[in-house]
C-alpha cells in the first residue's frame, strides 16, 4: 500500500478545515432552500401534504419524489442535516467541473486546465450561491452532464448500456426538476430511443413511488396539489429581481405587459429553430454532442420561467469551451468576451452596492450576459470549431 505523500495530506487537511471554516462562518446559519427542503422531507414520512400556502414564498415547488431525497436527512437534528448537505453539494460542485473538464478533452482540448480554471472563476458566484443556499441544481447539473458524456461516447461506440445509462441520469434528472425536459427533444432528434424509453420509465416510477407514503389515491391528490402550487406561484415571481429567465426579462423591460409573454413564446420558438441549425451544423462534426448538450444546459434558466441566476452554473461547459476556444474568434469579439465575462464573474452585491446591483437585477442584464455566450457556441459552431 502506498504511504500518502505528506504535501498530499496537508493539502488535504487545508481543504477539510477551509471547508469546515466556510461552513460554520458562512453557510450554516443560511441554506434556507434546504430548510424548505429538510421540512418537505418530515411532512412526507408523517404523510402529510407537502405544498401549503401558508408556507408563503418558503412554499416546497418540486415534485414529491423530491421530497423523498431529503427524507434520511429529516431524521437528523437540522444542524446535521446542514453539514451533510453542504457536504454533498460541494461535491456535486466538484463533479461538475470535473466534468466540465472530461467533456472539455472529448472535444479535443489538449490542455482544458486554463479554461476550466478561467469558467470556475467566472461562475464562482453562482456555485458559491448554490452552496450558501442548499439548493439542487449542481446535482442535476452533475447528472445531465454525465448524460452528455454516454452520449457522446455512444456516438462513437453504441452500446445499449450505455443508452440505459443516459435514459437513468435523464429521468432521474427530470425527476429532481423538470427543467430537464429540455433534453427530450434532443434524445428524440437523435432518435435514443432506449434511452428515452428508459428515462420514461424512471419518471413513471418517481411518479408512483409516493404512493408508499400517501396510497394511490392520495398520490394522486398531491401530485394534483404539486401542479396547483407551481400554477399559483409562478405568475408572482416573473418579475422577480433574480429572475433571469427570458420571460423575466421581458416582463422587466415591458413592464409586466400581457405582451410579453407573446415575445416570449416568439423568442423561444425563433430559438428552437436556431439550435436545430446548431444541430444540423453538427453532423458530420466528431463529439457534436458536446457543444450541443452546453448549448441545452445555458437554456435551462433561460427557457424556463423561473430561472433564478445562480442556475447559470450549468453554463459551465458553454464557458469552458468558448474561453477554450477564445482564438477562434476576431479580436473585437475577443474584447467583448472578457468583458462578459468579467461582468458575469464581478457582478456582486458586495462591489456594486444595493443600488447599483438593483438597478443590474432590474434590467435582468444577465440574461444578456448568458444569451451572449449562447451566441458565441453558435458561432464556434458555425466555425466548425465545436
Do not use: C
Not at 472530461?102 to 469558467?119: C, E, H, N, R, Y
Not at 423561473?306 to 469551451?321: E, K, P, Q, R
Amino acid at each position: 500500500m502506498t504511504v500518502p505523500k505528506t504535501k498530499t495530506l496537508l493539502l488535504a487537511a487545508a481543504g477539510i478545515a477551509l471547508l469546515a471554516a466556510v461552513f460554520v462562518f458562512k453557510v450554516r446559519g443560511g441554506m434556507a432552500d434546504f430548510e424548505v427542503n429538510y421540512r418537505a422531507g418530515h411532512r412526507l414520512w408523517l404523510g402529510e401534504t407537502l405544498y401549503r400556502t401558508a408556507d408563503s414564498h418558503w412554499q416546497f415547488k418540486y415534485s414529491p419524489f423530491s421530497a423523498m431525497i431529503y427524507l434520511p436527512l429529516s431524521a437528523l437534528p437540522l444542524p446535521a442535516a446542514k453539514a451533510v448537505w453542504f457536504l454533498l453539494v460541494v461535491a456535486a460542485v466538484a463533479a461538475v467541473i470535473a466534468l466540465g473538464r472530461k467533456l472539455a478533452i472529448t472535444a479535443g482540448a489538449a490542455k482544458p486546465g486554463p479554461s476550466v480554471f478561467l469558467a470556475s472563476l467566472i461562475l464562482a458566484k453562482f456555485f458559491l450561491r448554490e452552496i450558501e443556499l442548499g439548493q439542487i441544481n449542481a446535482f442535476i447539473t452533475a447528472l445531465l452532464m454525465g448524460m452528455a458524456l454516454l452520449l457522446v461516447r455512444d456516438d462513437d461506440a453504441p452500446s445499449s448500456r450505455r443508452r440505459t445509462a443516459t435514459g437513468i441520469l435523464w429521468g432521474l434528472a427530470t425527476a429532481l426538476k423538470p427543467y430537464a425536459l429540455i433534453f427530450l427533444p434532443y434524445l428524440v432528434l437523435k432518435r435514443k430511443w432506449r434511452a428515452l424509453a428508459w428515462g420514461g420509465a424512471v419518471l413513471a416510477a418517481t411518479l408512483a413511488v409516493p404512493a408508499l407514503f400517501y396510497g394511490i389515491r392520495g398520490n394522486m391528490a398531491v401530485l394534483g396539489e404539486w401542479i396547483s402550487s407551481l400554477s399559483r406561484s409562478t405568475p408572482g415571481l416573473l418579475a422577480s429581481q433574480d429572475n433571469v429567465s427570458l420571460l423575466a426579462f421581458l416582463m422587466k423591460w415591458m413592464h409586466g405587459s400581457p405582451a410579453a409573454s407573446l415575445v416570449y413564446g416568439a423568442g423561444v420558438a425563433l430559438l428552437a429553430g436556431l439550435t436545430l441549425l446548431f444541430l444540423r451544423g453538427g453532423r458530420n462534426l466528431p463529439q457534436a454532442a458536446v457543444a450541443e448538450s452546453a448549448l441545452l444546459l445555458v437554456f435551462i434558466p433561460l427557457i424556463s420561467p423561473l430561472g433564478w441566476d445562480y442556475t447559470f452554473l450549468s453554463a459551465f461547459s458553454a464557458v469552458v469551451l468558448v474561453t477554450g476556444r477564445i482564438a477562434v474568434f476576431p479580436k473585437p469579439a475577443r474584447f467583448l468576451l472578457a468583458a462578459n465575462f468579467l461582468v458575469i464573474a464581478l457582478a456582486l452585491y458586495d462591489i456594486l452596492g444595493r443600488r447599483l446591483y438593483a438597478v443590474f437585477m432590474a434590467r435582468s442584464v444577465p440574461t444578456l450576459d448568458f444569451l451572449l455566450v449562447v451566441g458565441s457556441l453558435f458561432y464556434l459552431r458555425a466555425k466548425k470549431a465545436v
